[in-house]
């Protein structure tokens, strides 16, 4: 049987530093694909991620061992991408114009048209500004609760419960205007 | 502000779009991390030593007790402990492993320089997971210049365990390596990290 996060977190903070391999190995997929949607380039996210296990480790005496793991370990990653992005300003600069230039309620009721597939979504999930995006992926992709999210995102439950709202109508907007192009 | 939810959705949109644009971000496909993720994130920390605070509630909270029995184990431990240093001392020259990264040989491997100082050996192997920790495959050669045994490996980048098989039977760590591994069977492995940037020593 394997053993529980808090477990291992409670070996590793006794001395046993191998048992940390196990946490990153468990969670450095999700890790580096969020950090690969944060930077869109293989190197950074790479480094990224490590960035952010050696981080985690060095803070793990902050970690509550009665709350999840995961939604605490994200919170760091998320924290070093936003401080990666303030550097690469180009990038933060068309995600704001991006997120102004759209109404978050100016949906109509009328059904997505058309075909809908993977890329599609994948494509415009990364148009959306990172905190709609990563609402989205933590709720749908990684499957956390509401209260999970909120606390991975450093939200309260009302503000992550509307970012799911704002993020879904933006991706569906913009996946209508895509089917609408096409 | 319209913000009403049911099962998670906005009831002001047509739920099935969005329960379509859930289903398919819930099934968008991972990327898979490179390997060496692990290995560098392990070569960047370190064991943690418990804090006071960390030791005196371990204290308050492990029940000591008592036992006489114990004192005379710890007296005899003592005891050996004295005994083994004297033996030591006597020894002659102490006995001492190094292990060194040198020049990149190509793009991905570099070459790892293994050095064991015991002399009264007959015979050392090195036993790793390079070599599947199979004795025979990288057998030492006494360097008396060094005053050791010394061997030359060419590894690719990544994080391997290994031991030293003095004389066929008695397994050695390296006591300089950047972390030892419980084995499971009573024995130490060495970790050794051999990184992706060229450069010195950097790595193990």
Redesign the interface.
Same mark, same amino acid.
């Given at each position: 049987m394997s053993s529980t996060d808090s477990t291992l977190v409670h070996e590793?903070?006794?001395? @046993?530093?191998?048992a940390?391999?196990i946490l #990153?190995?468990r969670y450095?997929?999700?890790?580096?694909?969020l950090m =690969?949607r944060m930077t869109s380039c293989?190197e950074d996210a790479?480094d990224l991620?490590?960035e952010t296990? #050696?981080r985690a480790?060095?803070k793990?005496?902050q970690f509550k061992p009665c709350s999840p793991f995961f939604p605490w370990l994200y919170t760091i990653g998320m924290n070093l991408a936003r401080d990666f992005q303030r550097k690469v300003r180009a990038s933060r600069t068309a995600m704001e114009s991006l997120s102004r230039d759209m109404d978050p309620?100016s @949906?109509s009721?009328?059904?997505?048209s058309g075909r =809908?597939?993977?890329d599609q #979504?994948?494509q415009m999930?990364r148009k959306l500004p990172p905190d709609y995006r990563e609402s =989205?992926?933590l709720?749908?992709?990684e499957?956390l609760s509401?209260n999970e999210l909120a606390s991975a995102l450093d939200i309260s439950v009302s503000g992550a419960?509307?970012r799911?709202?704002r993020g =879904?109508?933006k991706?569906?907007e913009l996946?209508g205007e895509k089917n609408h192009e096409e | 502000m319209k913000n009403e939810m049911k099962n998670g959705f906005p009831l002001d949109v047509p739920e099935e779009d969005l329960r379509r644009i859930a289903g398919m971000i819930a099934s968008l496909p991972d990327r898979e991390p490179p390997v060496e993720i692990i290995d560098f994130v392990m070569a960047g920390i370190k064991p943690k030593k418990m804090g006071r605070l960390r030791v005196l509630w371990r204290r308050l909270t492990v029940p000591v007790v008592f036992a006489p029995l114990r004192l005379a184990s710890v007296a005899a431990s003592v005891a050996l402990v004295f005994l083994a240093v004297a033996l030591f001392v006597n020894r002659g020259p102490e006995q001492s492993s190094t292990t060194s990264l040198q020049q990149a040989v190509n793009g991905n491997e570099r070459t790892v320089v293994f050095s064991l100082n015991m002399p009264g050996a007959s015979r050392v192997e090195l036993i790793g997971s390079f070599n599947r920790w199979k004795p025979g495959d990288s057998v030492m050669a006494w360097d008396d210049s060094r005053k050791a045994w010394v061997l030359s490996l060419d590894l690719p980048k990544g994080r391997y365990e290994y031991a030293y098989l003095v004389d066929g039977e008695k397994v050695v760590s390296d006591p300089n390596a950047l972390m030892l591994r419980d084995d499971g069977f009573g024995n130490k492995n060495s970790i050794l990290i051999v990184e992706r940037n060229n450069g010195h020593e950097a790595g193990i």
């Open positions: 590793i903070l006794a001395g @046993d530093a191998e940390y391999a #990153v190995k450095q997929k999700p890790i580096f694909n =690969l293989d790479m991620t490590q296990f #050696v480790y060095e793990l005496e309620l @949906d009721a009328e059904s997505l =809908l597939d993977a #979504v994948s999930l =989205l992926m709720r749908f992709h499957g509401v419960k509307m799911i709202h =879904l109508l991706l569906r996946l | -």
